[in-house]
């Protein structure tokens, strides 16, 4: 529903003005906080001027692109410091959350 209300340039009061909903609602509903009536739905068409099967569309593809955005985080999840046997010490947490080690000064005059 977001994506819906900000391509029409809306903000949660104005989508609410438009469709006679609160924008309270408006907000649980793109949460997910909520469920919504056949009724609602048909409203939040109105307001958006969009008729019911492009709205259904919408949150079908939109639903298929988070799918395949979590599918692609999961892929590209980096190994756990543990699991690559690097920064097993607090030394070693410490240079990897640095970004890298500092070459040793000891013995370097």
Same mark, same amino acid.
């Given at each position: 529903?977001?994506?819906?209300?900000?391509? !029409? /340039? =809306?903000?949660?009061?104005? @989508?609410?003005?438009?469709? /006679?909903?609160?924008? %309270?609602?408006?907000?649980?509903?793109?949460?997910?906080?909520?469920? %919504?009536?056949?009724? #609602?739905?048909?409203?939040?068409?109105?307001?958006?001027?969009?008729?019911?099967?492009?709205?259904? $569309? /919408? %949150?079908?593809? @939109? &639903?298929? &692109?988070?799918?395949? =955005?979590?599918?692609?985080?999961? %892929? $590209? !999840?980096?190994?756990?410091?543990?699991?690559?046997? $690097?920064?097993?010490?607090? $030394?070693?947490?410490?240079?990897? =959350?640095?970004?890298?080690?500092?070459? #040793?000064?000891?013995?370097?005059?």
């Amino acid at each position: 529903m977001r994506y819906l209300r900000g391509r !029409k /340039g =809306l903000t949660q009061e104005g @989508l609410a003005n438009r469709s /006679g909903l609160t924008r %309270v609602f408006i907000g649980q509903l793109e949460r997910g906080t909520t469920n %919504v009536s056949i009724d #609602s739905l048909f409203l939040l068409c109105k307001a958006l001027s969009i008729d019911f099967p492009e709205l259904v $569309a /919408g %949150v079908h593809e @939109l &639903a298929k &692109a988070e799918e395949t =955005l979590r599918r692609r985080q999961r %892929v $590209a !999840k980096p190994k756990s410091t543990r699991e690559s046997g $690097a920064g097993s010490t607090r $030394a070693g947490r410490l240079s990897i =959350l640095r970004g890298a080690s500092r070459p #040793s000064t000891k013995g370097s005059r």
